[in-house]
């Protein structure tokens, strides 16, 4: 059986029928190949596929492809606007937020909601707000730092 | 010095990261693709009676069912390094097969591959396999491991023991003991730990029948490597009939060095289905198949004079090997720890035995530090216990041992006790660094205050040294080792004055791109964005060794420079050709050759074309610009430094919360500053993690109970705090950037600051050692153990 879902990501709307164990990672990935939100865990810990679903930053590992229909979605891929980018995207490069870059994506998401959410966060605020998003090569110094980055550019 | 090094240039690979469009190798998507699931042991020791695939064979999608019975003649995994018993006798590598026909050793052993149409299809058709097993008593304890009686994880390997080994002078350390006025010791497990690179393991198998031609995508740190085993030790497939690719890689750690069965069983298979094999691990398969770290069950002692001097320090170790050998299990705990035991300290005499032993658990193999941190964690316990046994402060303690400095050159390298060269180092200049950041005899005074309140403020050291870039290769291989640890690059510059430069390192969040352009860049004169930096597949890179143990730019990096220096040689050449005038008249700066005391100048790019359009060109010359280098290091380099933790302990729940972290190292010149510091804020976080967070725990069946990370915690960004990072710089002498490594220095030092900054914490009460990781839970117990008694 499958079942008909229909999605906007990234601005663009897709209509697509999905088996109902379908997790929404895997339709981004295998189905929509946006390949830029990553798979680091089974259990809903790691955060490295965070997206933005209708504005709340959510683990897409943990929501099936079906509870996102109607949804409006943005992943990674949408964040730069006409090759501009995000100043959270920004920020990342800017302060070296990343080395592997596989947990970037997720933790970008993370950062994006805590700034819609919290302007000026201070360092704690961050560490909080990042604490379901695993990072095994930069110890995070570097991720808070690339935030505050970001948070002092939105709010200039 | 250009203008370039020393410059934290942001990263030029960053942009595809932070855009989403990095290619990992779960990202790759092939025509006619399909998926396999990996079967595995749910048991430490088992007799598999009897495999029915038929119900799996018959499920939807399924394309083919593959177990141990199918890969009998395919060899097993092998190991890339031996180390012999102390008697001479031949070190014990039983076959560690790619499915296992008979027995199964661990957990997570890997007993029969499913191949379907969809993920999904794949891993319903594993619930339909029929498998019967015979369970057996296992062991997981290396320490049991040995006992007679114990359980056998190979029946020819008796009492699990791989092999014996031991390093410096027995009878001149007894004496020194013998002698001494003053011994600490310690009893300790390093803990098991499970790397978890964020990225999970991944291959795709592809064989094209038109070409004869196979192509492997794997999450490797070491593509050649990973080829050259493949080809010459498991399938037996001739080497350049196969391309292995290393796309992206989310992150190593050293998980990633080593061969893995499923890399070889995608290869094997995709001819076998005649379509192209993606498998790649969910997180549980990582926890139970990615090669673990650490597992040392060690006594250690020190000999001290009355004046807090070391005299002597003796090491016995027990070193779990897991159930199988990993690719360089046994070169861990000798000599990447055995050797590293002289530390910062101008220790005379040293002795150290280590037992390599099998157990019924996940292959161990280095992970992030391998062997140094296990050395250093020891050290540093050992020179903390005795400075507070002896009433001594824990940095005049040290400073009192510390080797005196020496630059490698004017001073000759230091010998140590156990067999290594040090480079150059200046141990002391990093310590009054760390002091002088952290303010020491204010944060001394705050502890004090704090005492007064019934706080448990805590300072604890660690003053370490690493080795890197392993080399040379005779000296290895003489070791043991079955490889070289030389690196290769290519140089080719283009027509146009663009540069592409190959390397046989590796990255997988290094940041080379960056880095090895910065050195082509200033080298050559020419800007950034006109250099392109390529790695991680072979059919492009000449044979390279890859990255681990904090090589790449060491001896990578010295390679490329090498190469640059031959495209300078050559270009002066051509240059003086066509500017009439003599070579040693030309200089070379800023990408231009000049006539010195003339304004008579070419361009790096007028050369380069000449080069390539060679109709005025010195006579007898090969056309092109182009050089393959493969540099062989004469030596490890030895990155050292002060890394200095202050931590707050809560006496009711026993919760430890680290306050500041300081880290003064020294690796040698540094390219990009941006890229070093990242290094070492990432190092000392996973450090942290050994100290206070991670321990994959066995149950006595040889279930790893930590196996997600529900129940193996790494550190969140709210376990740590920012780091105040800083450098000494002593140029590594021997290779021609003065580089050392930065890789593993904050993971090699952390981890005992940390522990020593809780006891240090504890002290008052009573409290001299505790077990890693030191999780509230174990802290509080300590605690209410001391005021009970």
């Known amino acids: 059986m499958e079942i008909p879902i229909k999605v906007t990501v990234n601005g663009e709307v897709y209509e697509h029928r999905v088996e109902p164990r379908m997790l929404l990672v895997t339709f981004l990935r295998e189905v929509l190949g946006l390949t830029g939100t990553h798979v680091g865990c089974d259990t809903s810990s790691c955060g490295a596929c965070t997206i933005l679903m209708d504005g709340k930053a959510v683990k897409s590992c943990t929501l099936l492809a079906v509870q996102a229909d109607g949804a409006e979605l943005l992943t990674m891929e949408g964040l730069a606007r006409n090759g501009e980018l995000h100043p959270i995207q920004e920020g990342f490069w800017r302060e070296h937020g990343l080395q592997c870059g596989f947990c970037t994506p997720g933790m970008i998401m993370a950062a994006y909601q805590l700034l819609e959410e919290n302007a000026s966060p201070d360092e704690k605020e961050i560490r909080r707000a990042l604490e379901g998003n695993y990072c095994r090569c930069t110890g995070y110094h570097n991720i808070v730092k690339s935030v505050q980055y970001a948070a002092k550019k939105i709010n200039r | ?789």
Request: proline share 5%; aromatic share 8%.
């Open chain 2, 1 to 789: 010095m250009g203008k370039l090094i020393g410059e934290a240039v942001r990263r030029v690979e960053d942009r595809r990261f932070i855009t989403g469009k990095a290619t990992y190798t779960d990202d790759i998507k092939l025509p006619g693709m399909t998926y396999a699931y990996i079967v595995r042991s749910p048991y430490a020791h088992a007799r598999i009676q009897q495999i029915d695939t038929s119900r799996a064979q018959a499920a939807p999608g399924v394309i083919a069912v593959f177990t141990g019975e199918d890969v009998k003649d395919v060899n097993g995994l092998p190991c890339g390094w031996q180390v012999n018993f102390r008697n001479g006798d031949t070190m014990k590598e039983p076959k560690h097969p790619l499915l296992v026909a008979d027995k199964v050793r661990h957990v997570g052993d890997n007993v029969a591959m499913i191949v379907a149409e969809s993920r999904e299809q794949a891993k319903d058709a594993a619930e339909l396999l029929d498998i019967e097993y015979e369970v057996l008593d296992a062991v997981t304890d290396p320490a049991k491991a040995i006992e007679e009686g114990a359980p056998l994880v190979h029946e020819d390997v008796p009492r699990n023991i791989c092999f014996d080994w031991e390093i410096g002078d027995k009878a001149k350390t007894d004496k020194a003991f013998a002698d001494a006025d003053h011994v600490v010791s310690l009893e300790f497990r390093n803990q098991r730990l499970v790397p978890n690179a964020i990225e999970p393991r991944s291959a795709i198998g592809v064989y094209d029948a038109a070409r004869d031609k196979y192509t492997l995508y794997t999450s490797s740190q070491n593509p050649h490597l990973i080829r050259l085993l493949l080809c010459a030790f498991v399938l037996g497939i001739p080497e350049h009939k196969v391309r292995v690719v290393s796309p992206d890689v989310g992150g190593g750690f050293g998980s990633k060095i080593f061969h893995y069965a499923e890399e070889a069983l995608v290869t094997w298979a995709a001819r076998q289905v005649g379509r192209p094999i993606k498998w790649t691990a969910e997180r549980s398969e990582s926890f139970v198949t990615d090669a673990h770290g650490r597992d040392h069950v060690t006594r250690a002692e020190m000999a001290f004079d009355k004046k807090g001097k070391i005299v002597g320090l003796r090491v016995s170790t027990v070193a779990n090997m897991g159930a199988y050998l990993s690719t360089f299990a046994p070169a861990i705990p000798t000599y990447l720890h055995g050797t590293l035991l002289q530390g910062v300290y101008d220790t005379p005499a040293i002795y150290c035995e280590i037992t390599a032993v099998f157990t019924h658990t996940t292959p161990v193999d280095a992970y992030r530090g391998a062997g140094r941190p296990e050395a250093t964690y020891l050290l540093e316990r050992l020179v903390d216990t005795g400075a507070r046994e002896l009433g001594m402060d824990p940095a005049e303690i040290r400073r009192i041992n510390f080797i005196p400095p020496f630059d490698g050159v004017k001073q000759p390298g230091y010998q140590t006790q156990v067999a290594l060269q040090y480079d150059s180092g200046n141990y002391e200049a990093t310590l009054n660094r760390a002091l002088e950041i952290i303010g020491y005899h204010q944060l001394r005074h705050e502890q004090e205050e704090a005492r007064k309140q019934g706080r448990y403020l805590g300072i604890g050291f660690s003053t370490y040294i690493e080795a890197c870039g392993i080399a040379p290769s005779a000296v290895v291989g003489a070791l043991g080792a079955r490889a070289g640890l030389y690196e290769s690059s290519v140089v080719r510059v283009q027509p146009t004055g663009k540069v592409t430069v190959y390397t046989g390192s590796h990255a997988h969040g290094q940041g080379h791109e960056t880095t090895f352009a910065q050195i082509v860049a200033d080298t050559l004169g020419v800007p950034l964005e006109d250099v392109e930096v390529v790695h991680g597949d072979t059919e492009a890179v000449p044979f390279g060794m890859g990255t681990y143990g904090s090589r790449s730019l060491a001896v990578g990096g010295s390679a490329l420079r090498k190469g640059l220096d031959k495209v300078i040689e050559k270009g002066t050449k051509i240059a003086a050709h066509l500017l009439e005038a003599a070579e040693e008249d030309l200089e070379f700066a800023d990408g231009e050759w000049t006539v010195k005391g003339t304004d008579k100048k070419i361009t790096f790019g007028e050369v380069a074309l000449a080069a390539y359009v060679p109709h005025n060109f010195p006579e007898g010359m090969e056309p092109g610009l182009e050089f393959s280098t493969f540099y062989d290091p004469a030596n490890f380099t030895f990155p050292f430094g002060t890394h200095i933790a202050v931590v707050e302990v809560d006496p009711e729940t026993g919760k430890v919360t680290l306050k500041r972290y300081v880290a003064v190292d020294d690796v040698g010149t540094v390219i990009n500053p941006l890229i070093v510091d990242g290094q070492v804020h990432g190092g000392i976080a996973q450090g942290i993690g050994q100290a206070l967070l991670e321990e994959a725990v066995y149950d006595e069946n040889g279930e790893l109970l930590a196996s997600s990370f529900l129940e193996y915690a790494i550190p969140r960004a709210d376990d740590l705090v920012s780091f105040e990072v800083d450098r000494t710089v002593t140029p590594c002498p021997h290779n021609p950037l003065g580089v050392k490594g930065a890789g593993e220095t904050g993971t090699i030092a952390s981890t005992a600051a940390v522990v020593n900054a809780v006891i240090d914490a504890l002290a008052p009460l009573g409290i001299k050692d505790l077990q890693m990781p030191l999780t509230p839970q174990r802290v509080w117990q300590a605690i209410q153990q001391v005021q009970a008694s």
